[in-house]
T-cell receptor
Framework: NAGVTQTPKFQVLKTGQSMTLQCAQD?????MSWYRQDPGMGLRLIHY???????DQGEVPNGYNVSRSTTEDFPLRLLSAAPSQTSVYFC??????????FGSGTRLTVV | GQNIDQPTEMTATEGAIVQINCTYQ??????LFWYQQHAGEAPTFLSY????GLEEKGRISSFLSRSKGYSYLLLKELQMKDSASYLC????????????FGTGTLLAVQP
């Protein structure tokens, strides 16, 4: 039982490049979400999904896209990377009314 | 608006008890979570309150007063490994399972 798996663990991008952060969970959880964590700002919600085929925006969605074609996978796409997107990104999953389980994070640097 | 406040840093002594406070003002409320996060790692679930009162689990207790918008996390018999950030998070009402996080409290346990 792997829980929530994020890849890659580290990534360096040049400004303007695009990439996809992968997130997969094997707990059959309905809810999945993406957060970014910046020093002094805590975890902020980017996008979330309440089930396959359903996604919605969180607090800081600009510059990011998501899709949820299966229950297991919830990739986060950076369309055109900017230095302001340098952060640590966490994916999380949960069932209704339960606590969220987090992946180990992706540390992204945009230069 | 959404606002969750925690002290930025705290220091405590090995073997002692520490109380970490959290106050919140959110548009909806469907439970309050405490997470522990060691440096460079993912947040891990510690405790959850949805009704007023105290929840106890081993060395960890958490208290909630919904009328005051207040919670605390109590850690007893502190160990060096308890040095970490402690995150307070409020789950909004409705069917989304969305979490709003405070900025976290960095706890340093000294010998």
């Amino acid at each position: 039982n792997a829980g929530v798996t994020q890849t890659p663990k580290f990534q360096v991008l040049k400004t303007g490049q695009s990439m996809t952060l992968q997130c997969a969970q094997d707990m059959n959880h309905e809810y999945m979400s993406w957060y970014r964590q910046d020093p002094g700002m805590g975890l902020r919600l980017i996008h979330y999904s309440v089930g396959a085929g359903i996604t919605d925006q969180g607090e800081v969605p600009n510059g990011y896209n998501v899709s949820r074609s299966t229950t297991e996978d919830f990739p986060l796409r950076l369309l055109s990377a900017a230095p302001s997107q340098t952060s640590v990104y966490f994916c999380a999953s949960s069932d209704p009314g339960t606590f969220s389980t987090f992946g180990s994070g992706t540390r992204l640097t945009v230069v | 608006g959404q606002n969750i406040d925690q002290p930025t840093e705290m220091t405590a002594t090995e073997g002692a008890i520490v109380q970490i406070n959290c106050t919140y003002q959110t548009s909806g409320f469907n439970g309050l979570f405490w997470y522990q996060q060691h440096a460079g790692e993912a947040p891990t679930f510690l405790s959850y309150n949805v009704l007023d009162g105290l929840e106890e689990k081993g060395r960890i207790s958490s208290f909630l007063s919904r009328s005051k918008g207040y919670s605390y996390l109590l850690l007893k018999e502190l160990q060096m490994k308890d040095s970490a950030s402690y995150l307070c998070a409020v789950r909004e009402g409705g069917a989304t399972n969305k979490l709003i996080f405070g900025t976290g409290t960095l706890l340093a346990v000294q010998p």
